[in-house]
């Protein structure tokens, strides 16, 4: 649901897991506490999203909250607009890249007058 692979999963679990040893914790019925601690902080969703996980009410959700860009987090439900976020990194980038630039130009002055000065 999360679209994160079990491959990914198992990587961050550390390096006692691999994908099979995730697919089979998948396949349980009961998983121990702590583990189920463990996944869930990987997952970065409480414990009680899994213990109480129902696949049909999770779609149900899903269908009915997200559309287009949107995303669901603890906070409420977001709007994104992929092309307001490309143009903000755009200006970001721009503003980056003038202060760099005035930087460098700054280092040439300087460097001139060291030049000059000798």
């Known amino acids: 649901m999360l679209g994160i692979k079990q491959e990914a999963l198992a ?7 691999n994908q099979k040893k995730v697919s089979l914790l998948e396949a349980k019925d009961v998983i121990e506490d702590k ?12 414990v009680e999203a899994i213990r109480n996980f129902d696949e049909e ?7 009915n909250t997200f559309h ?4 669901i ?11 307001e976020q490309w143009l903000k990194a755009l200006e ?14 700054e280092k040439i002055v300087l460097l ?6 000798k």
Do not use: C
Request: glycine share 4%.
């Open 92 to 105: 970001d980038n721009k503003r980056l890249y003038e202060e760099l630039l005035k930087s460098e130009r």
């Open 112 to 117: 001139e007058r060291m030049l000059g000065s």
């Open 73 to 83: 987090n603890s906070h409420g439900t977001f709007n994104i607009n992929p092309m």
């Open 57 to 63: 009410q999770a779609i149900n959700v899903i269908s």
């Open 35 to 46: 583990l189920l601690e463990e996944v869930a902080k990987e997952l970065k969703v409480p």
């Open 11 to 17: 990587l961050s679990l550390g390096e006692d897991w």
């Open 68 to 71: 287009e860009a949107a995303f």
